[in-house]
């Protein structure tokens, strides 16, 4: 069983998943024990759907991968990613990307494979358990703590989903299509889709489960004052 540090320090998003669905008393003790994050006023504001049925996520993929052959970039609740990419943080995520193309040896210019891998995130990379993360949109109505408490939740996912040998990858994928997954479960008009989280049975003989981004050095992300 992993400490908590070496859950932290070995944990990776993984790309590619073993066709093993991961037991419901497995899925819900990860949950159980997600449900303990702290949030401002314990207000605990996620909203989790736990899908494993196969064709409720083939229908969510497919009515994603749908949206973007129609040339539609987003259909979204939240903005997650940045509007406008600034240093240091563009010059991460450009390394960050590159170094998987490079991994897998996707060539800079093949778009085609490109958006088959990012495709790959609406297939759920194979795995059978997907977990989408939804709050309800009065909490984000003109404040962010919401956000904040349901990115810890996330974390809490993926730590404790480590001790019963379950690899992840958090999805901000979904977040652009959150209005097309909120369609096809038929959500409550109040709820927004903030992120989704793959759970599964990692594939050791995938290469790209080899990749680890690097982190920053310390001196880059913390400033002591003693
Ligand atoms: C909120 C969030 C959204 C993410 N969205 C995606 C995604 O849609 N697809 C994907 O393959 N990885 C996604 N990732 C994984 C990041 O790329 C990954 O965490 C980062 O590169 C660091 O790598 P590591 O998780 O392997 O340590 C996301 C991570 C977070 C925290």
Redesign the pocket.
């Known amino acids: 069983m992993p400490t908590v540090l070496e859950a932290l320090q070995n ?3 993984k ?1 590619a998943y073993l066709d093993k669905t991961v037991p419901k008393e497995t899925i819900t003790k990860i949950l159980e024990a997600a449900a303990h994050t702290p949030s401002g006023a314990n207000m605990q504001p996620w909203v989790s759907y736990a899908i494993s049925n196969k064709e409720v996520l083939k229908n969510i993929g497919d009515a994603i991968i749908e949206k973007m052959n129609e040339g539609v970039e987003h259909d979204q609740f939240i903005q ?1 990613y940045p509007v406008k990419w600034v240093n240091p943080y563009k010059k991460r995520r450009i390394v ?1 990307g590159a170094g998987l193309y490079k991994l897998m040896e996707v060539d800079r210019k093949d778009n085609e494979t490109r958006l088959q891998m990012w495709h790959d ?1 609406f297939r759920w990379f194979g795995a059978s358990n997907v977990i989408f993360v939804f709050t309800d949109k009065a909490n984000i109505d003109g404040a962010q703590g919401a956000l904040i408490d349901c ?1 810890a939740y ?1 974390q809490s996912i993926l730590l404790a989903a480590q001790e019963f040998g379950i690899e992840s ?7 652009e299509f959150g209005k097309v997954v909120a369609r096809v479960l038929d959500i409550p008009d109040n709820l927004a889709l903030l ?1 989704s989280v793959v759970l599964g049975y990692e594939d050791k003989d995938a290469k790209i489960n080899t ?3 690097t982190r920053v050095k310390l001196q880059e992300s913390v400033t002591f004052i003693d």
């Open positions: 944990r990776s998003s790309r997650y960050t995130n990115g996330m990858c958090p999805q901000g994928s979904t977040t992120y990749y680890q981004p």
